[in-house]
């Protein structure tokens, strides 16, 4: 049970944060949002890191991997705001999700072997939810965007990025703690440095998007750290879904201060969740 909460207060604390970067992102450039977030986290990621302890330094292997996470994840995330940016919050964090949990569930039972038919059904019941989330229509009532098969096509990519970033993880020693995560951080903010240079990127972000960068920063390190003491304490293709259900906050949030529109499938989709949630909290 212990693993399965864990990852739904990061599913939480991850929606709370993608909805402040993706309203970061409409008013200053992605690259820009997610470098200054990942930058002003890094010392609250660093605390967490010494709070909670190790049991063994990061090796090379384990480092590697970790560096590979942090590619994958940064990736995803530019990727994700610009989605967030440009089209309804409440349909693109939602289908980046399903795309994100997916990935995660065929490797973990590749790799760990099936939990058990409950749990498959919970894991199920969390796909499915988040699909229906996403089935709510795709114009927000103030904001007029629509969701376009470009833009859906970026949410899906975003995705696999954020699923590859789980998967990268769990291939780390779980006794190194939440070291992985500063490598993957370091390695994140030195590639978003060397893409901005290459591009010749605009890398600061207007005073009205100072608060929602630095909170997308904080929520996301937080989460990241909940997500690993989940995935060390259970399987893959249990917490990763769990994790992946961040879109409800999302989309609550998006509902509430932005007053996009909410569907009867979002509300079955989250009944779903909720029910998902239910069946894994009770095996895993």
């Not at 090379?60 to 705001?81: I, R």
């Not at 089935?135 to 904001?143: D, E, H, L, S, Y």
Request: glycine residues 12%; neutral net charge; charged residues 10%.
């Amino acid at each position: 049970m212990i693993p399965v909460l864990l990852a739904a207060g990061s599913a939480l604390v991850y929606g709370v944060g993608d909805y402040c970067g993706g309203t970061a992102g409409k008013r200053a450039p992605a690259v820009a949002v997610t470098l200054v977030a990942k930058v002003f986290a890094f010392p609250l990621l660093l605390v967490l890191t010494l709070l909670l302890g190790a049991d063994a330094v990061p090796g090379v292997a384990d480092a590697g991997w970790a560096a590979l996470a942090g590619l994958a994840g940064v990736g995803a995330v530019v990727l994700f705001y610009k989605a967030m940016s440009a089209g309804a919050m409440a349909v693109v964090a939602p289908i980046t999700a399903a795309a994100s949990a997916v990935l995660p569930v065929v490797v973990g039972i590749g790799v760990d072997g099936s939990p058990g038919v409950v749990p498959l059904i919970g894991v199920g019941c969390a796909v499915v939810a988040i699909a229906l989330v996403s089935a709510g229509g795709g114009r927000p009532a103030t904001t007029g965007a629509v969701v376009t098969p470009s833009l859906v096509g970026l949410s899906v990519v975003a995705g696999f990025g954020f699923g590859l970033f789980f998967v990268l993880l769990d291939r780390v020693d779980s006794a190194t703690g939440q070291w992985p995560l500063v490598v993957a951080q370091v390695t994140a903010v030195v590639a978003l440095v060397i893409v901005s240079l290459v591009r010749r990127e605009r890398m600061s972000v207007s005073r009205a998007a100072v608060p929602f960068v630095l909170a997308a920063g904080a929520f996301d390190a937080v989460a990241n750290v909940l997500y690993v003491l989940a995935n060390n304490a259970g399987q893959l293709a249990l917490v990763a879904p769990v994790a992946s259900l961040y879109p409800a906050s999302t989309v609550v949030l998006a509902l509430v201060l932005d007053h996009e529109k909410v569907r009867g499938w979002q509300l079955l989709g989250l009944g779903l969740a909720g029910t998902a949630l239910a069946l894994l909290a009770a095996t895993g």
